[in-house]
């Protein structure tokens, strides 16, 4: 699955709870959709905040220097 359907799921995700968070304290059906796209929107600009400070998003990211495989404890770089 492609990470851009993977970020459209999440900014959806964020959204939902905003506009469901809104509905029980009360709101309006108006201003719940409201309430729900500014939540989508702030998270998916924090998002790119964080992209823009050089922050990387990777399913398949290396491990962290010094990482240790269990199963070659004698490699310090975690590769084969």
Do not use: C, W, Y
Not at 2 to 25: M, Q, T
Not at 32 to 39: E, L, R
Not at 40 to 62: C, K, N, S, Y
């Amino acid at each position: 699955m492609p990470i851009n359907v993977l970020d459209a799921i999440g900014l959806s995700v964020f959204g939902v709870l905003g506009a469901h968070k809104a509905l029980e304290l009360g709101f309006g059906v108006v201003q719940a959709v409201i309430v729900g796209t500014i939540t989508g929107v702030g998270v998916g600009t924090i998002r790119d905040v964080i992209r823009m400070l050089g922050v990387r998003f990777d399913l398949h990211a290396p491990r962290p220097p010094g990482h240790r495989r269990p199963d070659r404890p004698d490699d310090p770089t975690g590769h084969r």
